[in-house]
């Protein structure tokens, strides 16, 4: 009877192998969730600080043309100034939302000074701009889609057994404001 | 070998396989919570790294391949000639050639184009083509007959009678959906920096980890995972059970 021993206890033990590769699968995977998180923000961070390097630019290339628009050149100029001083990630959203906003408004503006739509130097700063909006866009996107993984994995069960001995708390998403999500009005 | 004897050899190779599943189930986990945890990219805004990309696979200039068999237009093909052999009481097909046409091809989204160089990757795409050629199987179509003939394979045996052959290819075609989760690395025919958009310095490549192409999306690819995974470790752990208690019970140990 002891082959008989030997094949249960084997069967104890590839039981207890499953048990504990998929307990440890689940913890991996979880830290490898919180460190995806971290990286879709870096990536985001990245674009954030290339835009806010081609904002001055931006303004210098516009300010001769758009003497009417101070107030709009300068709530762009304190955004970044927000977004540069910023050290959590909070606000450095909020500068952002304020700075997608201002450029939308600016773009739009811009329709008004045929002179100026016609420059070339801001026909490729409005490209370069227009292009990273769109990249931060989709990698904002790609951020909520991680946190949203990461806060329904450590809510479902059994994850949220590991996830609360980790104290892994929920994340917030990257979100517009209401300001933001509104379309720019433009008075001709 | 005796029966026994024989039984007891299938029974080890059998505890052998049975392990050898049973580790793969936990690999194949590794790899589904990876495609499970990872967003897909926008190719428009991808980043170095790790990434999860989905879209239609168009050639590269110059890339396009015609599949062998069936002539058809592809970015990537995998084929086999496999002969039907027989010995004694046994018989069975012996696969005698096989190649694969492979070369960089862009992956296309609605935001843009990416490089993808598939050298080394996992290429999960089902039999796109089949055909056998025999006295009372038919003939194969003459672009396999032209293709066999280049690669010095005879479609005709004993006094010129049709040879018992089958042939397979799997493809990825062009405009084809493409699900990838690969290593985002530099393309390194782009100078660094000097393309205007992101996606143009960067190629999907094998990385440190692992590398996967399906013509599937993401869901069915996981649920594919899924039965793998359970397969593997629910089937494995059968196996070596099963494959132990027949060798216990010849050696008399039960």
Not at chain 1, 87 to 111: H, Y
Request: charged share 25%; aromatic share 10%; with cysteine.
């Amino acid at each position: 009877m002891i082959g008989v021993e030997i094949i249960i206890g084997i069967g104890v033990l590839l039981v207890a192998i499953i048990t504990i590769g998929y307990v440890v699968g689940m913890y991996n995977s979880l830290i490898r969730l919180k460190n995806n998180i971290e990286k879709a923000w870096a990536n985001i961070d990245v674009l954030l600080k290339q835009r806010s390097d081609e904002l001055p630019k931006l303004i210098a290339s516009v300010k001769g043309y758009m003497k009417h628009e101070k107030g709009l050149l300068e709530s762009i100029t304190k955004a970044r100034t927000a977004f540069l001083n910023a050290t959590t990630m909070a606000a450095k959203a909020k500068a952002d939302n304020v700075i997608s906003g201002a450029l939308k408004s600016l773009f739009a503006v811009a329709e008004n000074y045929p002179n100026l739509k016609a420059n070339e130097n801001f026909i490729q700063l409005q490209q370069r701009i227009s292009g990273l909006e769109n990249e931060i866009a989709d990698r904002r996107e790609f951020y909520n889609d991680s946190v949203n993984t990461f806060n329904i994995r450590i809510e479902s069960f059994p994850d949220t057994i590991i996830a609360s001995m980790m104290k892994l708390a929920r994340k917030e998403m990257f979100k517009a404001t209401e300001a933001e999500k509104q379309d720019v009005k433009v008075e001709f | 070998m005796s029966d026994d004897g024989r039984i007891l050899f299938y029974s080890a190779i059998g505890v052998g396989a049975g392990i050898y599943f049973f580790y793969n189930g936990f690999r194949l986990m590794s790899e589904k919570r990876l495609i499970e945890n990872t967003p897909t990219s926008k190719v428009r805004s991808l980043a170095m790294g790790m990434v999860e990309v989905y879209g239609e696979a168009h050639p590269s200039k110059g890339k396009l391949f015609k599949s062998p068999f069936s002539g058809k237009d592809c970015v990537w093909c995998n084929w086999t000639v496999e002969e039907y052999r027989s010995s004694g009481k046994s018989s069975h097909w012996q696969k005698i050639r096989s190649g694969i046409l492979s070369d960089y091809f862009f992956l296309k989204d609605d935001t843009g184009s990416v490089l993808v160089d598939p050298n080394k990757a996992n290429i999960d795409v089902p039999i796109d083509f089949e055909a056998e050629s025999g006295s009372f199987r038919g003939k194969l179509p003459a672009t396999a007959v032209d293709f066999l003939n280049q690669q010095n394979v005879s479609t005709t045996g004993f006094l010129g009678l049709t040879k018992k052959l089958r042939v397979k290819e799997s493809y990825i075609a062009p405009k084809d959906k493409v699900y990838i989760m690969g290593t985002a690395g530099d393309n390194p025919f782009v100078e660094d920096g000097s393309s205007q958009k992101n996606e143009t310095d960067i190629m999907i490549q094998k990385g440190k980890s692992f590398y996967y192409i399906s013509d599937k999306p993401e869901r069915e690819v996981l649920k594919k995972y899924g039965w793998k995974v359970t397969g593997g470790l629910f089937g494995g752990a059968a196996l070596i059970i099963v494959c132990l208690f027949v060798i216990f019970a010849y050696l008399r140990i039960l």
